[in-house]
């Protein structure tokens, strides 16, 4: 079955009073691109933590967020250095007198400074720790992975109606075609005949000009290839794989054949299927863009 690119989910892990949260949200994108955002404690752990997105996902922007709330994330290795803080006070301190401000000094002004805490990364995260922001992103794949797939569902089925409604037309188009072409054989025999009435003319020869110009006006081989794409396409959806950039191959490769049918149609109602068929046509067009 094929996804989406779009979705949302959200994973939660509780250990020892400590709880880990993950959300992980998922948009459109030619490629996979993952953005994570970790309290300092993980930071060290970012490529462990990408490699578990990577891994259930080939395409799309991708943001996660991890926050973690509880005293055990005390032993993941943040410090505070209260001497450099105390530096800060002073030169601060220092720097309101000069300027004779008189507002206080708060404390998450002293945390704009990012070295007051720092993560010791040569310090590893429990494991307890670790297992439970493993366990919370986990969750959160699963969840999103599931939301992704309904969506998906929900295009695939959507694709497949305009696929048929393709066929219904090429299938038409076709076949009044055929009648056309053979249509257009006889005038143009008959239209020549008469302008040479009085002039000894090669038969063969001319049946042969005859046919070459009503080819022109057959949509028979389009119309074959235009079935053969529909097919394919049918076919990619069912894979269940990750064929997003195909199935736009197929709609561009559509709309070229939509487009030669077009120039070909002598007929009004060929040219008015035709301006339906390139409307379905521009509908998979966008549909296709949020698959995976």
Do not use: W
């Given at each position: 079955?094929?996804?989406?690119?779009?979705?949302?989910?959200?994973?939660?892990?509780?250990?020892?009073?400590?709880?880990?949260?993950?959300?992980?949200?998922?948009?459109?994108?030619?490629?996979?691109?993952?953005?994570?955002?970790?309290?300092?404690?993980?930071?060290?752990?970012?490529?462990?933590?990408?490699?578990?997105?990577?891994?259930?996902?080939?395409?799309?922007?991708?943001?996660?967020?991890?926050?973690?709330?509880?005293?055990?994330?005390?032993?993941?290795?943040?410090?505070?250095?209260?001497?450099?803080?105390?530096?800060?006070?002073?030169?601060?301190?220092?720097?309101?007198?000069?300027?004779?401000?008189?507002?206080?000094?708060?404390?998450?002004?002293?945390?704009?400074?990012?070295?007051?805490?720092?993560?010791d990364t040569s310090k590893e995260l429990d494991e307890t720790v670790w297992a439970a922001v493993k366990?919370?992103?986990?969750?959160?794949?699963?969840?999103?992975?599931?939301?992704?797939?309904?969506?998906?569902?929900?295009?695939?089925?959507?694709?497949?109606?305009?696929?048929?409604?393709?066929?219904?037309?090429?299938?038409?188009?076709?076949?009044?075609?055929?009648?056309?072409?053979?249509?257009?054989?006889?005038?143009?025999?008959?239209?020549?005949?008469?302008?040479?009435?009085?002039?000894?003319?090669?038969?063969?020869?001319?049946?042969?000009?005859?046919?070459?110009?009503?080819?022109?006006?057959?949509?028979?081989?389009?119309?074959?290839?235009?079935?053969?794409?529909?097919?394919?396409?049918?076919?990619?959806?069912?894979?269940?794989?990750?064929?997003?950039?195909?199935?736009?191959?197929?709609?561009?490769?559509?709309?070229?054949?939509?487009?030669?049918?077009?120039?070909?149609?002598?007929?009004?109602?060929?040219?008015?299927?035709?301006?339906?068929?390139?409307?379905?046509?521009?509908?998979?067009?966008?549909?296709?863009?949020?698959?995976?």
């Open positions: 079955m094929i996804a989406s690119m779009t979705g949302f989910g959200r994973g939660e892990s509780k250990h020892n009073g400590m709880v880990v949260s993950a959300e992980i949200r998922s948009l459109n994108h030619r490629f996979l691109d993952v953005e994570l955002h970790l309290p300092k404690s993980l930071c060290a752990f970012e490529r462990e933590l990408k490699g578990i997105i990577s891994s259930g996902l080939s395409r799309g922007k991708v943001n996660a967020t991890i926050m973690i709330k509880g005293e055990e994330i005390a032993s993941a290795g943040l410090t505070i250095d209260k001497k450099l803080a105390t530096t800060y006070i002073k030169l601060l301190n220092e720097l309101k007198d000069d300027l004779k401000i008189d507002d206080s000094i708060k404390l998450e002004q002293l945390l704009n400074f990012p070295d007051i805490i720092t993560v366990t919370a992103i986990e969750l959160a794949m699963v969840d999103l992975k599931d939301m992704r797939l309904k969506e998906g569902l929900e295009i695939n089925n959507d694709l497949e109606s305009r696929v048929a409604a393709i066929e219904d037309k090429i299938v038409t188009i076709e076949s009044s075609s055929k009648e056309k072409s053979k249509e257009e054989f006889e005038k143009l025999k008959k239209r020549v005949e008469e302008l040479a009435s009085s002039e000894i003319i090669n038969e063969g020869r001319l049946e042969m000009e005859i046919a070459l110009i009503a080819e022109k006006v057959d949509t028979t081989e389009e119309c074959i290839r235009f079935k053969s794409h529909n097919k394919l396409f049918l076919e990619l959806l069912k894979n269940g794989k990750s064929e997003g950039r195909k199935l736009n191959f197929l709609v561009q490769e559509m709309h070229r054949e939509a487009n030669t049918i077009g120039s070909k149609a002598n007929d009004a109602s060929i040219a008015h299927l035709v301006v339906g068929i390139k409307e379905e046509v521009e509908k998979l067009r966008e549909q296709i863009q949020n698959i995976e």
